[in-house]
Protein backbone atom coordinates (compact mmCIF):
# COMPACT_ATOMS: atom_id res chain seq x y z
CA UNK A 1 0.00 0.00 0.00
CA UNK A 2 2.42 2.63 1.09
CA UNK A 3 4.40 1.65 -2.51
CA UNK A 4 1.82 3.51 -3.99
CA UNK A 5 3.04 5.81 -6.58
CA UNK A 6 1.49 9.52 -6.26
CA UNK A 7 -0.43 9.79 -9.18
CA UNK A 8 -2.15 6.58 -8.62
CA UNK A 9 -2.73 7.50 -5.23
CA UNK A 10 -4.38 10.75 -6.97
CA UNK A 11 -6.52 8.95 -9.37
CA UNK A 12 -7.80 6.16 -6.73
CA UNK A 13 -9.02 9.53 -4.48
CA UNK A 14 -10.65 11.04 -7.23
CA UNK A 15 -11.85 7.72 -8.85
CA UNK A 16 -13.15 6.72 -4.71
CA UNK A 17 -14.57 10.14 -4.32
CA UNK A 18 -16.71 10.07 -7.60
CA UNK A 19 -18.31 6.52 -6.72
CA UNK A 20 -18.81 7.74 -3.55
CA UNK A 21 -21.25 10.41 -4.23
CA UNK A 22 -23.09 8.56 -6.92
CA UNK A 23 -23.71 5.72 -4.20
CA UNK A 24 -27.46 6.43 -2.38
CA UNK A 25 -27.56 3.33 -0.41
CA UNK A 26 -30.25 1.44 -1.74
CA UNK A 27 -28.38 -1.65 -2.14
CA UNK A 28 -25.33 -3.25 -0.65
CA UNK A 29 -22.03 -1.18 -1.30
CA UNK A 30 -20.32 -4.01 -2.29
CA UNK A 31 -22.72 -5.13 -5.32
CA UNK A 32 -23.13 -1.35 -6.21
CA UNK A 33 -18.84 -0.93 -6.85
CA UNK A 34 -18.99 -4.87 -8.30
CA UNK A 35 -21.70 -3.35 -10.77
CA UNK A 36 -19.35 -0.27 -10.87
CA UNK A 37 -16.21 -1.98 -12.19
CA UNK A 38 -18.12 -4.37 -14.40
CA UNK A 39 -19.50 -1.46 -16.17
CA UNK A 40 -15.90 0.38 -15.95
CA UNK A 41 -13.44 -2.51 -17.36
CA UNK A 42 -10.10 -0.11 -17.46
CA UNK A 43 -9.75 -0.79 -13.79
CA UNK A 44 -7.35 -3.82 -13.42
CA UNK A 45 -7.29 -6.18 -10.07
CA UNK A 46 -4.90 -3.82 -7.91
CA UNK A 47 -7.10 -0.45 -9.45
CA UNK A 48 -10.16 -2.09 -8.23
CA UNK A 49 -8.45 -3.34 -5.08
CA UNK A 50 -7.17 -0.13 -3.80
CA UNK A 51 -10.16 2.29 -5.14
CA UNK A 52 -12.78 -0.62 -3.06
CA UNK A 53 -10.45 0.31 0.56
CA UNK A 54 -10.47 4.05 -0.14
CA UNK A 55 -14.38 4.00 -0.40
CA UNK A 56 -14.76 1.75 3.09
CA UNK A 57 -12.20 4.33 4.59
CA UNK A 58 -14.73 6.83 3.70
CA UNK A 59 -17.29 4.94 5.15
CA UNK A 60 -15.84 3.70 8.38
CA UNK A 61 -15.90 7.43 8.94
CA UNK A 62 -19.84 7.42 9.62
CA UNK A 63 -21.10 10.71 10.12
CA UNK A 64 -18.11 12.20 11.81
CA UNK A 65 -16.88 15.51 9.97
CA UNK A 66 -20.10 16.47 7.94
CA UNK A 67 -18.38 19.98 7.33
CA UNK A 68 -15.37 17.89 5.21
CA UNK A 69 -15.25 17.03 1.75
CA UNK A 70 -15.34 13.20 0.61
CA UNK A 71 -11.58 13.69 -0.63
CA UNK A 72 -11.13 15.12 2.89
CA UNK A 73 -12.17 12.38 4.14
CA UNK A 74 -11.03 9.70 2.04
CA UNK A 75 -7.76 10.61 3.11
CA UNK A 76 -8.69 10.96 6.74
CA UNK A 77 -10.13 7.29 6.81
CA UNK A 78 -6.90 6.02 5.23
CA UNK A 79 -5.46 7.59 8.42
CA UNK A 80 -7.83 6.33 11.14
CA UNK A 81 -7.19 2.44 9.19
CA UNK A 82 -3.44 3.13 9.12
CA UNK A 83 -2.50 3.89 6.57
CA UNK A 84 0.57 7.28 6.33
CA UNK A 85 -0.13 9.71 5.35
CA UNK A 86 2.79 12.78 4.38
CA UNK A 87 2.28 16.00 2.81
CA UNK A 88 2.25 14.70 -0.67
CA UNK A 89 -0.86 12.55 -0.16
CA UNK A 90 -2.34 15.48 1.24
CA UNK A 91 -1.82 18.03 -1.58
CA UNK A 92 -4.73 16.02 -3.53
CA UNK A 93 -6.89 17.99 -0.74
CA UNK A 94 -5.24 21.28 -3.24
CA UNK A 95 -4.94 23.31 0.37
CA UNK A 96 -7.67 22.09 1.91
CA UNK A 97 -6.59 20.51 5.25
CA UNK A 98 -7.06 17.09 7.19
CA UNK A 99 -9.22 17.24 9.88
CA UNK A 100 -6.88 16.85 13.23
CA UNK A 101 -9.52 15.54 15.52
CA UNK A 102 -10.67 12.14 16.13
CA UNK A 103 -13.59 10.52 14.26
CA UNK A 104 -16.52 11.41 16.27
CA UNK A 105 -19.59 10.09 15.07
CA UNK A 106 -19.02 6.92 13.54
CA UNK A 107 -22.18 5.34 15.17
CA UNK A 108 -24.25 8.32 15.63
CA UNK A 109 -27.88 7.40 17.34
CA UNK A 110 -29.80 8.09 19.66
CA UNK A 111 -31.24 4.65 20.46
CA UNK A 112 -29.90 2.86 23.35
CA UNK A 113 -27.97 0.44 22.88
CA UNK A 114 -28.15 -3.06 24.87
CA UNK A 115 -26.72 -3.68 28.14
CA UNK A 116 -22.92 -4.02 28.89
CA UNK A 117 -22.14 -2.94 25.46
CA UNK A 118 -19.11 -0.17 25.78
CA UNK A 119 -20.11 2.42 23.20
CA UNK A 120 -17.03 3.84 22.75
CA UNK A 121 -14.97 0.63 21.95
CA UNK A 122 -18.14 -0.37 19.64
CA UNK A 123 -17.66 2.97 17.97
CA UNK A 124 -14.13 2.45 17.48
CA UNK A 125 -14.33 -0.80 15.76
CA UNK A 126 -16.16 0.20 12.91
CA UNK A 127 -12.71 1.15 12.09
CA UNK A 128 -11.39 -2.59 11.31
CA UNK A 129 -12.81 -4.85 9.00
CA UNK A 130 -13.61 -8.37 10.92
CA UNK A 131 -12.00 -11.60 9.66
CA UNK A 132 -13.10 -14.41 8.80
CA UNK A 133 -14.37 -17.19 10.30
CA UNK A 134 -15.29 -21.19 9.65
CA UNK A 135 -17.08 -23.37 11.72
CA UNK A 136 -15.59 -27.08 11.39
CA UNK A 137 -18.61 -29.15 10.83
CA UNK A 138 -18.31 -32.04 13.64
CA UNK A 139 -16.19 -35.03 11.98
CA UNK A 140 -13.60 -33.03 10.12
CA UNK A 141 -11.65 -31.29 12.27
CA UNK A 142 -8.66 -32.89 11.00
CA UNK A 143 -9.27 -32.45 7.48
CA UNK A 144 -10.22 -29.05 7.36
CA UNK A 145 -6.96 -27.83 10.00
CA UNK A 146 -4.79 -30.28 7.25
CA UNK A 147 -6.25 -28.47 4.22
CA UNK A 148 -5.64 -25.14 5.78
CA UNK A 149 -2.28 -26.11 6.57
CA UNK A 150 -1.17 -26.87 3.03
CA UNK A 151 -2.77 -23.71 1.76
CA UNK A 152 0.03 -21.79 3.95
CA UNK A 153 -3.11 -19.44 4.92
CA UNK A 154 -2.06 -17.95 8.32
CA UNK A 155 -4.99 -19.02 10.56
CA UNK A 156 -5.99 -19.67 13.90
CA UNK A 157 -8.46 -22.42 15.76
CA UNK A 158 -10.62 -22.32 18.78
CA UNK A 159 -12.54 -24.93 19.55
CA UNK A 160 -14.40 -25.58 16.16
CA UNK A 161 -14.20 -21.92 15.40
CA UNK A 162 -11.08 -21.00 12.33
CA UNK A 163 -10.40 -17.06 12.30
CA UNK A 164 -8.82 -16.27 8.64
CA UNK A 165 -8.09 -13.31 7.01
CA UNK A 166 -10.63 -11.67 5.42
CA UNK A 167 -9.25 -11.80 1.77
CA UNK A 168 -9.17 -15.79 2.22
CA UNK A 169 -11.29 -18.08 -0.45
CA UNK A 170 -12.56 -20.60 1.72
CA UNK A 171 -14.03 -22.54 -0.76
CA UNK A 172 -11.00 -23.04 -3.28
CA UNK A 173 -9.68 -25.10 -0.39
CA UNK A 174 -12.33 -26.56 2.06
CA UNK A 175 -15.78 -27.93 0.70
CA UNK A 176 -18.27 -25.14 2.56
CA UNK A 177 -21.04 -26.34 4.23
CA UNK A 178 -20.17 -30.46 3.89
CA UNK A 179 -16.49 -30.29 5.99
CA UNK A 180 -17.08 -26.76 7.30
CA UNK A 181 -19.43 -23.73 7.08
CA UNK A 182 -18.67 -20.02 6.80
CA UNK A 183 -20.23 -18.41 10.06
CA UNK A 184 -19.23 -15.38 12.03
CA UNK A 185 -17.84 -15.94 15.40
CA UNK A 186 -20.48 -14.74 17.72
CA UNK A 187 -22.93 -16.60 14.88
CA UNK A 188 -21.19 -19.59 16.51
CA UNK A 189 -21.14 -18.46 20.18
CA UNK A 190 -24.93 -18.46 19.47
CA UNK A 191 -24.78 -22.29 19.85
CA UNK A 192 -24.03 -22.42 23.45
CA UNK A 193 -28.08 -21.18 23.83
CA UNK A 194 -28.47 -24.41 21.95
CA UNK A 195 -26.08 -26.67 24.00
CA UNK A 196 -27.74 -24.78 27.17
CA UNK A 197 -31.53 -26.19 25.86
CA UNK A 198 -29.68 -29.50 25.16
CA UNK A 199 -28.95 -29.86 28.74
CA UNK A 200 -32.60 -28.80 29.89
CA UNK A 201 -34.68 -30.46 27.49
CA UNK A 202 -36.57 -33.59 28.14
CA UNK A 203 -34.53 -36.15 26.12
CA UNK A 204 -37.26 -38.47 25.64
CA UNK A 205 -38.22 -37.89 21.84
CA UNK A 206 -37.39 -36.46 18.77
CA UNK A 207 -36.86 -33.00 18.76
CA UNK A 208 -39.39 -31.10 16.54
CA UNK A 209 -37.12 -27.74 15.63
CA UNK A 210 -38.62 -24.72 13.57
CA UNK A 211 -36.31 -22.42 11.92
CA UNK A 212 -38.97 -19.54 11.05
CA UNK A 213 -36.43 -17.12 9.64
CA UNK A 214 -34.09 -19.66 8.26
CA UNK A 215 -32.36 -17.37 5.44
CA UNK A 216 -29.86 -20.22 4.04
CA UNK A 217 -29.99 -21.80 6.96
CA UNK A 218 -26.81 -20.99 9.12
CA UNK A 219 -28.37 -21.49 12.64
CA UNK A 220 -30.36 -25.03 11.76
CA UNK A 221 -27.28 -26.16 10.23
CA UNK A 222 -25.86 -25.19 13.48
CA UNK A 223 -28.71 -26.51 15.44
CA UNK A 224 -28.15 -29.85 13.40
CA UNK A 225 -24.37 -30.37 14.39
CA UNK A 226 -25.38 -29.59 17.79
CA UNK A 227 -28.40 -31.59 18.96
CA UNK A 228 -27.48 -34.42 15.92
CA UNK A 229 -30.98 -36.41 15.95
CA UNK A 230 -33.47 -33.39 15.29
CA UNK A 231 -37.14 -33.39 12.93
CA UNK A 232 -36.25 -29.82 11.39
CA UNK A 233 -38.51 -27.86 9.69
CA UNK A 234 -37.69 -24.43 8.19
CA UNK A 235 -39.40 -21.23 6.38
CA UNK A 236 -38.79 -18.24 5.28
CA UNK A 237 -40.36 -15.26 3.24
CA UNK A 238 -39.25 -15.68 -0.49
CA UNK A 239 -39.47 -19.10 -2.72
CA UNK A 240 -35.63 -18.42 -3.81
CA UNK A 241 -34.39 -18.10 -0.34
CA UNK A 242 -36.04 -21.81 0.41
CA UNK A 243 -34.68 -22.80 -3.09
CA UNK A 244 -31.05 -21.30 -1.63
CA UNK A 245 -31.49 -23.11 1.54
CA UNK A 246 -32.21 -26.39 -0.32
CA UNK A 247 -28.90 -26.39 -1.80
CA UNK A 248 -27.23 -25.35 1.02
CA UNK A 249 -28.59 -27.97 2.73
CA UNK A 250 -27.53 -30.42 0.14
CA UNK A 251 -24.07 -29.46 0.63
CA UNK A 252 -24.66 -30.07 4.10
CA UNK A 253 -25.99 -33.59 3.62
CA UNK A 254 -28.44 -32.35 5.79
CA UNK A 255 -31.88 -34.52 3.48
CA UNK A 256 -34.89 -35.02 6.06
CA UNK A 257 -36.33 -31.77 6.32
CA UNK A 258 -39.78 -29.84 5.73
CA UNK A 259 -39.25 -26.82 4.01
CA UNK A 260 -42.01 -23.84 3.09
CA UNK A 261 -42.34 -20.11 2.14
CA UNK A 262 -44.60 -18.31 4.55
CA UNK A 263 -44.45 -14.66 6.87
CA UNK A 264 -43.64 -15.82 9.57
CA UNK A 265 -46.19 -13.19 10.97
CA UNK A 266 -48.98 -15.05 10.13
CA UNK A 267 -47.58 -18.76 9.82
CA UNK A 268 -49.78 -21.53 10.34
CA UNK A 269 -48.02 -24.54 11.34
CA UNK A 270 -49.82 -28.01 11.69
CA UNK A 271 -48.19 -29.11 14.43
CA UNK A 272 -46.48 -27.63 17.79
CA UNK A 273 -42.20 -27.38 18.34
CA UNK A 274 -39.97 -28.32 20.91
CA UNK A 275 -37.56 -25.47 19.94
CA UNK A 276 -38.46 -22.23 18.13
CA UNK A 277 -35.45 -20.70 16.33
CA UNK A 278 -36.40 -16.85 15.47
CA UNK A 279 -33.40 -15.35 13.93
CA UNK A 280 -35.26 -12.19 12.98
CA UNK A 281 -34.55 -9.64 10.65
CA UNK A 282 -33.24 -6.48 12.06
CA UNK A 283 -31.21 -3.62 11.93
CA UNK A 284 -27.93 -5.75 11.54
CA UNK A 285 -26.55 -3.17 13.43
CA UNK A 286 -23.94 -5.44 15.08
CA UNK A 287 -22.07 -6.40 11.61
CA UNK A 288 -21.77 -2.82 10.04
CA UNK A 289 -17.86 -2.90 10.20
CA UNK A 290 -18.42 -5.82 7.54
CA UNK A 291 -21.47 -2.75 5.79
CA UNK A 292 -19.73 0.05 7.01
CA UNK A 293 -22.02 2.46 4.49
CA UNK A 294 -24.45 1.33 6.66
CA UNK A 295 -22.87 4.20 9.21
CA UNK A 296 -23.93 6.66 6.73
CA UNK A 297 -27.46 5.53 5.22
CA UNK A 298 -28.93 3.55 8.13
CA UNK A 299 -31.88 6.21 9.54
CA UNK A 300 -33.01 5.56 13.38
CA UNK A 301 -37.00 5.40 12.58
CA UNK A 302 -35.94 1.75 11.08
CA UNK A 303 -35.25 0.53 14.50
CA UNK A 304 -38.58 0.64 15.52
CA UNK A 305 -40.03 -0.85 11.92
CA UNK A 306 -37.58 -3.80 12.50
CA UNK A 307 -38.89 -3.96 16.42
CA UNK A 308 -42.67 -3.89 15.60
CA UNK A 309 -41.91 -6.48 12.76
CA UNK A 310 -40.01 -8.36 15.40
CA UNK A 311 -42.57 -8.63 17.67
CA UNK A 312 -45.37 -9.63 14.70
CA UNK A 313 -43.05 -12.38 14.35
CA UNK A 314 -42.58 -13.60 17.98
CA UNK A 315 -46.53 -13.00 18.82
CA UNK A 316 -48.05 -15.47 15.88
CA UNK A 317 -44.67 -17.95 16.10
CA UNK A 318 -45.01 -18.46 20.12
CA UNK A 319 -48.37 -19.78 19.41
CA UNK A 320 -46.99 -23.16 18.00
CA UNK A 321 -44.31 -23.61 21.10
CA UNK A 322 -45.47 -26.84 23.36
CA UNK A 323 -45.87 -25.80 26.53
CA UNK A 324 -42.80 -25.82 28.04
CA UNK A 325 -40.93 -25.40 24.39
CA UNK A 326 -38.34 -23.32 23.88
CA UNK A 327 -37.56 -20.17 21.67
CA UNK A 328 -34.05 -19.29 20.91
CA UNK A 329 -34.22 -15.48 19.84
CA UNK A 330 -31.52 -14.39 17.79
CA UNK A 331 -30.46 -11.03 16.35
CA UNK A 332 -27.29 -9.18 14.72
CA UNK A 333 -28.46 -5.77 16.35
CA UNK A 334 -27.01 -4.04 19.02
CA UNK A 335 -30.38 -1.84 19.77
CA UNK A 336 -31.76 -2.10 23.11
CA UNK A 337 -35.53 -2.22 20.96
CA UNK A 338 -34.48 -4.95 18.89
CA UNK A 339 -32.76 -7.11 21.90
CA UNK A 340 -33.80 -6.87 25.74
CA UNK A 341 -36.98 -5.31 24.98
CA UNK A 342 -38.38 -7.76 22.91
CA UNK A 343 -37.60 -10.56 25.80
CA UNK A 344 -39.48 -8.50 28.18
CA UNK A 345 -42.54 -8.27 25.81
CA UNK A 346 -41.82 -12.15 25.31
CA UNK A 347 -41.84 -11.99 28.97
CA UNK A 348 -45.41 -10.27 29.39
CA UNK A 349 -46.50 -12.84 27.16
CA UNK A 350 -45.85 -15.37 30.23
CA UNK A 351 -42.96 -16.93 28.11
CA UNK A 352 -40.05 -17.25 30.78
CA UNK A 353 -36.47 -15.87 29.83
CA UNK A 354 -33.61 -18.53 30.85
CA UNK A 355 -30.52 -17.01 29.35
CA UNK A 356 -29.75 -13.81 27.53
CA UNK A 357 -26.42 -12.44 26.16
CA UNK A 358 -25.22 -9.95 24.05
CA UNK A 359 -22.21 -12.02 21.96
CA UNK A 360 -19.56 -9.18 21.96
CA UNK A 361 -17.92 -9.14 19.00
CA UNK A 362 -16.45 -5.40 18.64
CA UNK A 363 -13.13 -6.35 20.53
CA UNK A 364 -12.28 -9.56 18.93
CA UNK A 365 -12.41 -8.56 15.25
CA UNK A 366 -15.90 -10.36 14.97
CA UNK A 367 -20.18 -9.52 14.65
CA UNK A 368 -22.09 -8.79 17.79
CA UNK A 369 -25.15 -10.52 18.72
CA UNK A 370 -27.55 -11.35 20.96
CA UNK A 371 -29.60 -14.22 21.96
CA UNK A 372 -31.85 -15.23 23.77
CA UNK A 373 -33.19 -18.56 25.49
CA UNK A 374 -36.68 -18.62 26.47
CA UNK A 375 -39.25 -21.07 27.83
CA UNK A 376 -43.01 -21.31 27.15
C1 LIG B 1 -31.22 -12.64 10.04
S1 LIG B 1 -31.83 -13.45 8.70
C2 LIG B 1 -31.78 -15.13 9.19
C3 LIG B 1 -30.40 -15.71 9.10
C4 LIG B 1 -30.37 -17.22 9.22
N1 LIG B 1 -31.04 -17.70 10.39
C5 LIG B 1 -28.95 -17.76 9.18
O1 LIG B 1 -28.39 -18.10 10.23
O2 LIG B 1 -28.40 -17.84 8.07
C6 LIG B 1 -33.52 -13.07 8.76
C7 LIG B 1 -34.37 -13.76 7.72
O3 LIG B 1 -35.73 -13.43 8.02
C8 LIG B 1 -36.44 -13.40 6.82
N2 LIG B 1 -37.69 -12.66 7.04
C9 LIG B 1 -37.92 -11.33 7.02
N3 LIG B 1 -39.20 -11.06 7.28
C10 LIG B 1 -39.81 -12.25 7.51
C11 LIG B 1 -41.14 -12.65 7.80
N4 LIG B 1 -42.11 -11.75 7.95
N5 LIG B 1 -41.38 -13.96 7.91
C12 LIG B 1 -40.40 -14.88 7.76
N6 LIG B 1 -39.13 -14.58 7.49
C13 LIG B 1 -38.84 -13.27 7.36
C14 LIG B 1 -35.50 -12.77 5.83
O4 LIG B 1 -35.87 -13.15 4.53
C15 LIG B 1 -34.15 -13.34 6.27
O5 LIG B 1 -33.84 -14.45 5.50
Known amino acids: ?129 PDLFLRIRPGNENAVINKLQLSAVNFTVEGNSVRLPNSFKAESVIAINREAVIQDLNSQNVGTLLELYKEQAAKDAKIKVWDCCAASGGKSILAKDILSDIELTVSDLRPSIISNLRRRFEEAGIKRYKSFVTDATKARPDHLFDLIIADVPCSGSGTWARTPEQLLFFSEDKIGDYAALQRAILSNVIKYLKPGGYLLYITCSVFRQENEDQVHYLQEQGVQAIQQQVFKGYEIKADTMFGALLRK
Not at 8 to 31: K, L, M, R
Not at 117 to 123: K, P, V
Open 1 to 129: MQNLKLNHFYSYVNTASAIIQSYDGSIPFAHFIKDYFSRNKKFGSRDRKYITQFCYSYFRLGRSYPQCSVHQKILKGLECTGFKLDPTHVAVLKGAALPQDKPQKIFNYDAPLSEHIDQAAFEQSHLVQ
